[in-house]
């Protein structure tokens, strides 16, 4: 393969030791306009496969496109190095975390590198040094000291095959199983640090509007997972049976209290549990029937009677299913006339069910009008607002106003806002990641916070254990206390590794700081983030939590951003035949033999054409070779002329009109890229780049001699288009084509090159483009309809003057008679019934009327491209105005459309 192509091997590897030579990804100490791109992160698990490959080579071109645009940039790479998978691994290896962990970072550092990202390995960071770590100790020690860290006993989710806890986020799936290890997750009761996101559940919220750098999917995802609800906690006093207590419920739908027909509590609540241990029923519900996954609602009644706050009537009680007791209150009232799922519960206990809200009549008003009849709820419930109803004084009250008048008139009852977001469970039982802070004394302190100078708690050497090998470590775990000194010891729990990234983006801006986390001033530069690249399966967890701790630095510590992430983008997947690239389907392409085979330019440029960042696309063998022919071919385009002693003059002069088609393309192709780049619709700009390398060979081949001037910029400005996705060959082209170089002078990298600049409106050239595409088209169509074998002259026609002011006027008019309104025109009047006739052209077509150049740029632009026409049929072509042309082929011009007439 290597042979009929360019020498990829020996291109990358020189200029990846050149660059490393020369320290050209070192970020700058002076900023003045500052860019941070950044790649989330990987977990080291030994292998770059695809999705890293492209989720790190679109921050590697746009971090490389905004150098060359000329900003400061920042461009980091670490390694998210604690979690699970390590630990199983060392065991399983009989080795030690640390180890494996450094190996496998020192391979993917390896393997990145031979991708040629632009990284400054002088920031590189890994969460599992305690130079890291200890940062999250004293975060820990920040949020406990602002009230936001709190120790709880508390039901979590328990994998039994791991052996540890999982935040809610890590449980999947409707039957609840373990995002590692795919085990069915248990309860259990644990002593649980907690951080207390929920204080700042409302500005989590209400900031995602202003987010409007992030896709709209991301931030209704967070929008959900936060989940904020107004309601109204009503009091029922519930009794019988030796029970008298006051029982809260939430409700959205305090209108509907009129129509509650009974009371629910969740299988858990304290209720409940006194009852199990009295009624055989309630017990046997909660314990073998009660399936709060389950598609329909299930309950035992009680024998209970709670009091509806609002009416005085009572309810019966029951225990059910699709009460979840970490929502609202864990109890609520049902009605089954106005909520689906009460409805259905009433059909299977028969209930009653009680219609108390209408549908709103046309044109109602609630001071004048009669309450309206009542709708039929036997079949369904009726869920929209609309009009109180059988609902006493609050009858005719249009649903908010209901809930607003009950909320204030029944004692107990309060506006409350509820979220579907719980604080945050750090604690894992866990021994690869970071230890938590606290000791525990065996005398009365309690949990006591390791102080600040004694951070980092560094991890003892690894002991092979089942569970967790922090509680083997007896000599690491006694310690003293630090306010009585006496004996105490040291807590087994570590965090949850998302507390790691949490705030990594900022210690990339002063990551060898000894004394803070972060560098505020540094901070200040770079902060925040302004294009995050990465998967979407971090859509929830990881972001929410980056943005809750960037805030909290921002209260606690001064970071003077509230958001971390300007700009988010979700890559998409790398598949191949239509399915996710995965070991467990067996359909790894692996990104080191594409590498091998055919460079890196080549894997990055081919996975960046293929589809838009965030699009999935599939892996194709044979579009991974066209790329490589086509870089392929333009070194060969740049080797011709370099060999040509930077010219193909021959005797013969350069024709203008060719060099300004070429000239004029170059423009466009930078106009339309550099649009392109910055949107990050990578496929888009090189498509553009792709095209003028192709017509810079059709200007060397066809239209010889070629304008050296023309041809040396085409050239440079294709290699600088696509250096932010193909470094090493544009680095390798560029100083063939940059020959200013004194002798002894370093000559300058592509990377630093000036991004290229032209005055060029895309919407003109497009229109230019479309003209000439049009044209050769309706030159195609003719000699195949014609059957003409061998045209001896083709003649292209220009529309007359007046054809453009007619269309002009044709665009911007509203006019119902438009034919009226061109007459208007004198010169066009003149024209007698080819203005007529065109006219009503104009007046069929108008929905559809598209603005075209002006007349004389059109002559100019047919001009300019007739060698491409003149090539493609092997026949002279001319470029003719109106006034110079036969009558009967001008009557066929129209603007953008110009008549053709061709010689046999
Ligand atoms: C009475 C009512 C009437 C309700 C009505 C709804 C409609 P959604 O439905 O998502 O807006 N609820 C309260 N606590 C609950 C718990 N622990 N488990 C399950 N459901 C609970 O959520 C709000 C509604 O969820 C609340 O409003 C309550 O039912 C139910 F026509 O109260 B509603
Ligand atoms: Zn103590």
Not at 46 to 56: A, I, Q, S, T
Not at 285 to 300: I, Q, R, S, T
Not at 333 to 349: N, S
Not at 863 to 874: K, N, P, Q
Request: charge should be negative; hydrophobic fraction near 40%; include cysteine.
């Amino acid at each position: 393969m290597s042979q009929e192509g360019y020498d990829h091997t020996a291109v990358e590897k020189r200029w990846q030791e050149a660059w490393a030579d020369a320290s050209v990804y070192r970020t700058p100490d002076d900023v003045d306009d500052p860019t941070y791109v950044l790649g989330m992160y990987p977990y080291p698990s030994g292998k770059l496969h695809m999705g890293h490959v492209r989720n790190y080579t679109i921050t590697d071109a746009y971090a490389r496109y905004r150098r060359m645009r000329g900003d400061d940039v920042l461009h980091p790479m670490g390694w998210d190095a604690f979690g699970l998978p390590a630990e199983n691994a060392a065991k399983e290896r009989d080795t030690n975390p640390r180890d494996w962990t450094f190996d496998c970072i020192d391979t993917m550092r390896g393997q990145m590198r031979s991708m040629g990202f632009g990284y400054d390995w002088d920031r590189e960071i890994a969460t599992c040094t305690p130079d890291y770590y200890e940062w999250n100790q004293w975060l820990f020690r920040r949020f406990h000291e602002e009230g936001l860290a709190e120790q709880r006993d508390a039901e979590v989710n328990w994998c039994p095959d791991c052996e540890t806890v999982l935040a809610d986020e890590q449980v999947e799936g409707e039957d609840e199983r373990c995002w590692r290890c795919d085990h069915l997750v248990e309860q259990r009761e644990l002593e649980q640090w907690f951080l207390s996101i929920t204080e700042y559940a409302d500005e989590l919220l209400d900031c995602i509007d202003d987010l409007d750098g992030w896709p709209d999917s991301v931030r209704q995802m967070q929008r959900n997972w936060i989940g904020r609800q107004e309601g109204t906690r009503l009091t029922f006093a519930v009794s019988g049976d030796g029970v008298d207590e006051s029982v809260e419920a939430f409700t959205t739908r305090a209108d509907t209290a009129f129509g509650a027909t009974f009371f629910a509590l969740a299988p858990d609540h304290p209720i409940t549990e006194e009852l199990v241990a009295a009624d055989d029923d309630v017990r046997e519900f909660v314990e073998e029937v009660a399936d709060p996954e389950g598609d329909e609602p299930n309950g035992v009644a009680t024998g209970l009677t709670a009091t509806n706050p609002v009416t005085g009537a009572e309810l019966p009680v029951f225990v059910a299913d699709f009460v979840l007791s970490d929502v609202g209150t864990g109890a609520l009232m049902g009605v089954p006339g106005h909520d689906d799922r009460d409805h259905a519960f009433a059909e299977k206990t028969g209930v009653d069910v009680v219609p108390v809200v209408a549908p709103e009549p046309e044109g109602y008003d609630p001071e004048t009008d009669a309450v309206p009849d009542a709708p039929d709820v036997s079949e369904a419930a009726f869920t929209d607002d609309g009009v109180a109803v059988n609902s006493g004084d609050y009858s005719g009250l249009r649903s908010a106003d209901a809930r607003a008048a009950i909320t204030a008139d029944t004692d107990g009852a309060a506006l409350t806002t509820q979220y579907r977001l719980r604080d945050w469970g750090i604690s894992r039982q866990r021994y690869w990641g970071t230890p938590i802070p606290v000791v525990h004394c065996h005398d009365d302190c309690g949990s006591v916070l390791v102080p600040e100078a004694d951070l980092p708690v560094e991890l003892p050497e690894f002991i092979n254990t089942t569970g967790n090998p922090l509680d083997a470590a007896e000599e690491w775990k006694a310690t003293t206390c630090p306010e009585c000194g006496g004996p105490a010891t040291r807590e087994t729990d570590t965090m949850d590794t998302f507390v790691d990234s949490s705030w990594y983006f900022l210690r990339y801006v002063s990551p060898d700081l000894a004394d803070a986390p972060f560098d505020p001033d540094r901070a200040d530069d770079w902060m925040p983030v302004d294009q995050y690249v990465g998967g979407i399966e971090h859509a929830v967890m990881h972001l929410l939590y980056s943005r809750f701790v960037t805030k909290f630095l921002a209260d606690a510590e001064g970071l003077t951003t509230r958001e971390p992430f300007t700009n988010l983008l979700a890559q998409g997947m790398v598949q191949l035949d239509g399915e996710k690239m995965s070991k467990s389907v067996g359909n790894v392409v692996s990104p080191q033999r594409i590498v091998d085979e055919y460079g890196a330019d080549t894997a990055r440029l081919f996975m960046m054409q293929a589809a838009q960042p965030e699009r999935d696309f599939d892996w194709s063998e044979e579009g991974v070779r066209s790329t490589y022919r086509f870089i392929t071919r333009l070194t060969r385009l740049v080797e011709e002329y370099a060999n040509a002693g930077g010219s193909t003059v021959t005797d013969a002069d350069p024709d203008p009109a060719v060099a300004a088609y070429v000239d004029d393309e170059i423009d466009a192709a930078v106009a339309v890229a550099t649009e392109e780049y910055d949107d990050l619709t990578f496929n888009v700009a090189l498509r553009e780049a792709q095209g003028l390398v192709g017509t810079l060979r059709n200007y060397v081949d066809y239209a010889a001699p070629a304008d050296p001037a023309v041809l040396n910029r085409g050239l440079s400005v294709a290699v600088r288009l696509l250096a932010p996705v193909t470094p090493h060959v544009a680095e390798e082209l560029y100083e063939t084509l940059e020959t200013d170089a004194e002798p002894g002078e370093t000559p300058a990298f592509a990377v630093d090159a000036d991004w290229p600049t032209s005055d060029a409106d895309r919407g003109t050239a497009e229109m230019r483009r479309r003209l000439v595409e049009n044209t050769r088209e309706d030159v195609r169509q003719i000699v195949d309809v014609a059957g003409i074998e061998d045209p001896s002259a083709i003649d292209v026609v220009i529309a007359p003057d007046w054809k453009y002011d007619a269309l002009e006027i044709a665009i911007a008019s509203d006019a119902d008679n438009l034919i009226g309104e061109l007459m208007q025109e004198s010169h066009i009047r003149e024209e007698g019934d080819a203005a007529a006739a065109y006219g009503q052209d104009l007046q069929a077509e108008r929905e559809a009327l598209s603005e075209t150049l002006p007349g004389d740029d059109e002559y100019e632009a047919l001009r300019a491209a007739a060698w491409l026409i003149e090539r493609e049929f092997d026949a002279p072509v001319s470029v003719t105005r109106a006034a110079d042309a036969a009558d009967d082929v001008v009557r066929k011009a129209e603007p953008g459309r110009p008549a053709i007439d061709i010689t046999e």
